[in-house]
C-alpha cells in the first residue's frame, strides 16, 4: 500500500510524543495500551530494554496503527484509525524483520484478528485465540439496588484475604497461575492504595482502579469469591468506587469483560457502562505448529 511507512522507537516517551493525539481520539477504546504506554514512560526500564517495544505505522504521517509491549507481556495494537485500509501484511514483515517474540498478541477486534491470521502465516507458530473481550465506558453512574455494605481501600489486615483473591482471579480471568510476579505487582497495588474492597461486617469482594489517562480510568481486578455471588456486592462495589472516580475528577471509567460472561456483561450495564469496542487477545505458541 504506497504511502505507509513504519517507524520504531527507542522509549515510550518518544513513542508517545507520535501518538498522544491519536491516543486522545480514541481515549476509551485504547485505554489498555495507552494507559501502559503512560505508566511505562514512569517507570525506568530494564538496563538492556529487553521486552520493550514501541513502533508505529503511519499513512502520509498520520498514525495508523500503534504497537507497544512492555516486559512479559503481550504485543498490544493500537488503532487509530478505522476508516483507512492499512496494510498488516507489509506491517507484520516489518515486525518480523525486528525479531520480537511477544507471547501473544491484544488489540481491537476484527483487525487483531487478521493481523494474528497474518502473523501466524509469516512465523510459522502457532497462534491461539485466548479471550475475547468487550470494552465499556461510563460516564454517569446509575444507582444499583441496595446491598449492605460499603466500600473501603484495602488495609494490611486484608491482605491475606487479597492476595488468595488475586490468585483466584488470575486463573479464572486471565487462565494462568499466579507467579511471583503477580504476587509482588498485587502487593504494591495494595500499598497504593489502589485496591478496593466491599464491606458487609467483612470484605466480600474486591476490585482495583488501574492505568489512568488524561480523561478517564479503569476499573480492573473484580472479584467475588463463589460463596458471595449472586448477592449484588460486584455491582454496587464497581458502582461505588465509579461514582468516586467520577466526582474526583475523571471524565470516564473504562472496564473490560470477558464477553463469555453474559452476567457481567449485564450488571455493567446496568449501572452506566456503555459498550465502545471488542478487544482480542491471541497467545502464540512457539515450536508447536
Given at each position: 500500500?504506497n504511502?505507509?511507512?513504519?517507524?520504531?522507537?527507542?522509549?515510550?516517551?518518544?513513542?508517545?510524543?507520535?501518538?498522544?493525539?491519536?491516543?486522545?481520539?480514541?481515549?476509551?477504546e485504547?485505554?489498555?495500551p495507552?494507559?501502559?504506554?503512560?505508566?511505562?514512560i514512569?517507570?525506568?526500564?530494564?538496563?538492556s530494554?529487553?521486552?520493550?517495544?514501541?513502533g508505529?505505522?503511519?499513512?502520509?504521517?498520520?498514525?495508523?496503527?500503534?504497537?507497544c509491549?512492555?516486559?512479559?507481556?503481550?504485543?498490544?495494537?493500537s488503532?487509530?484509525?478505522?476508516?483507512?485500509?492499512?496494510?498488516?501484511?507489509?506491517?507484520?514483515?516489518?515486525?518480523?524483520?525486528?525479531?520480537?517474540?511477544?507471547?501473544?498478541?491484544?488489540?481491537?477486534?476484527?483487525?487483531?484478528?487478521?493481523?494474528a491470521?497474518?502473523?501466524?502465516?509469516?512465523?510459522?507458530?502457532r497462534?491461539?485465540l485466548?479471550?475475547?473481550?468487550?470494552?465499556?465506558?461510563?460516564?454517569?453512574v446509575v444507582?444499583p439496588?441496595?446491598?449492605?455494605?460499603?466500600?473501603?481501600p484495602?488495609?494490611?489486615?486484608?491482605?491475606?484475604?487479597?492476595?488468595?483473591?488475586?490468585?483466584?482471579f488470575?486463573q479464572?480471568?486471565?487462565?494462568?497461575p499466579?507467579?511471583?510476579?503477580?504476587?509482588e505487582?498485587?502487593?504494591?497495588?495494595a500499598?497504593?492504595?489502589?485496591?478496593?474492597?466491599?464491606?458487609?461486617?467483612?470484605?466480600?469482594?474486591?476490585?482495583?482502579?488501574?492505568?489512568?489517562?488524561?480523561?478517564?480510568i479503569?476499573?480492573?481486578?473484580?472479584?467475588?469469591p463463589?460463596?458471595?455471588r449472586r448477592k449484588?456486592?460486584?455491582?454496587?462495589m464497581?458502582?461505588?468506587?465509579?461514582?468516586?472516580?467520577?466526582?474526583?475528577?475523571?471524565?470516564?471509567?473504562?472496564l473490560?469483560?470477558?464477553?463469555?460472561?453474559?452476567?457481567?456483561?449485564?450488571?455493567?450495564?446496568?449501572?452506566?457502562?456503555?459498550?465502545?469496542?471488542?478487544?482480542?487477545?491471541?497467545?502464540?505458541e512457539r515450536?508447536?505448529v
Open positions: 500500500m504511502g505507509q511507512s513504519f517507524q520504531q522507537f527507542a522509549d515510550p516517551g518518544a513513542y508517545l510524543n507520535a501518538t498522544r493525539r491519536a491516543y486522545l481520539r480514541r481515549e476509551a485504547l485505554s489498555l495507552y494507559g501502559i504506554v503512560l505508566r511505562a514512569k517507570q525506568p526500564p530494564p538496563e530494554g529487553e521486552g520493550y517495544f514501541f508505529l505505522a503511519a499513512q502520509e504521517g498520520r498514525p495508523v496503527l500503534g504497537f509491549q512492555t516486559p512479559g507481556r503481550n504485543l498490544l495494537l488503532q487509530f484509525r478505522t476508516n483507512l485500509k492499512i496494510d498488516l501484511e507489509d506491517t507484520v514483515r516489518c515486525l518480523a524483520s525486528l525479531g520480537i517474540q511477544p507471547p501473544g498478541i491484544g488489540g481491537a477486534a476484527p483487525l487483531v484478528d487478521q493481523f491470521l497474518l502473523w501466524g502465516n509469516t512465523s510459522g507458530e497462534i491461539r485466548h479471550r475475547r473481550e468487550r470494552i465499556y465506558r461510563l460516564t454517569e444507582p439496588p441496595a446491598t449492605p455494605g460499603f466500600l473501603r484495602a488495609e494490611e489486615v486484608d491482605w491475606p484475604v487479597i492476595l488468595e483473591w488475586g490468585k483466584a488470575s479464572e480471568a486471565l487462565g494462568q499466579a507467579d511471583e510476579t503477580f504476587e505487582w498485587l502487593r504494591g497495588r500499598a497504593q492504595k489502589d485496591i478496593f474492597v466491599w464491606v458487609n461486617r467483612f470484605i466480600v469482594s474486591m476490585c482495583m482502579r488501574t492505568r489512568p489517562t488524561d480523561h478517564g479503569s476499573v480492573s481486578l473484580v472479584y467475588t463463589p460463596e458471595n449484588g456486592y460486584a455491582s454496587v464497581v458502582a461505588a468506587l465509579s461514582l468516586r472516580l467520577i466526582r474526583s475528577g475523571y471524565q470516564f471509567v473504562s473490560f469483560t470477558d464477553l463469555s460472561n453474559p452476567i457481567s456483561n449485564h450488571i455493567y450495564q446496568s449501572i452506566g457502562f456503555h459498550p465502545v469496542g471488542d478487544w482480542t487477545e491471541y497467545q502464540i515450536g508447536q
